[in-house]
């Protein structure tokens, strides 16, 4: 069953136009990666589901349209978006940070339950709940802003460049915890990321993208496996 379903989508920033006919989709449980070269399209692909960017096309999610609707309606019905860069708030602590993540929500007794949950799956987090976010090392700020897109309780969460500037071991880590998430949460994930390597191992499939269009697609273990597209698409 298709969780997300993406038709003919062009985006623009100002006049200049990114996405060109863009069609992917998304099964309910799987884990789809974009890849491509810096300036392939991917965090504007990201940009556009949440409809953060200007498009047109069409973007059907649980069998219902969302393009048009508002960035925050989007997050109402279970889209969470982990962006480049993390997007903590610096100046709130761990703990505010993931209270904020749940602000839609209105089962408070449930999301103390959740906040303990994500504690539970990031022990560094409970160790420093009542510490500014701004002063977290990098790898601890990936794992307070995906903690916090979860508070949500998506049932998609999209991620971008999520092992980017991070040290190997806790890219590992943070990767290992995002298949433990699809798996036993059944959440499932839109994944941007640089290393493709990394991305193939953990996504069912996986589309590739070049000047703003879909050049390439299909299961992510066949990718992977044909040594001449690692090659002349993904450069490993």
Request: charged share 25%.
């Amino acid at each position: 069953m298709k969780l997300l379903d993406v038709a003919n989508l062009n985006a623009w920033y100002g006049p200049n136009q990114v996405l060109f006919d863009l069609n992917f989709d998304l099964n309910v449980g799987g884990i789809t990666t974009i890849l491509g070269a810096n300036g392939a399209g991917k965090t504007t692909t990201l940009r556009s589901v949440c409809q953060a960017v200007q498009t047109t096309g069409s973007i059907t999610f649980l069998d219902k349209r969302i393009d048009g609707k508002a960035t925050e309606d989007i997050v109402r019905v279970g889209i969470a978006h982990v962006p480049d860069g993390r997007g903590t708030f610096t100046a709130l602590t761990v703990e505010e940070n993931l209270k904020l993540g749940a602000y839609t929500r209105k089962d408070r007794h449930e999301v103390q339950a959740d906040l303990e949950r994500m504690y539970s799956r990031f022990p560094r987090l409970k160790e420093r709940f009542r510490q500014q976010a701004g002063t977290l090392s990098g790898g601890e700020q990936q794992m307070l802003a995906i903690s916090r897109a979860l508070m949500l309780r998506p049932r998609l969460l999209l991620l971008d460049e999520p092992s980017f500037g991070l040290a190997p071991l806790i890219v590992k880590e943070i990767f290992e915890i995002m298949r433990q998430i699809n798996q036993e949460d059944q959440v499932s994930m839109l994944l941007v990321e640089q290393n493709a390597a990394l991305a193939l191992n953990l996504a069912d499939h996986a589309y590739l993208l070049e000047t703003g269009k879909v050049v390439l697609s299909g299961p992510a273990a066949d990718i992977k496996a044909d040594e001449s597209i690692r090659r002349v698409y993904l450069g490993y």
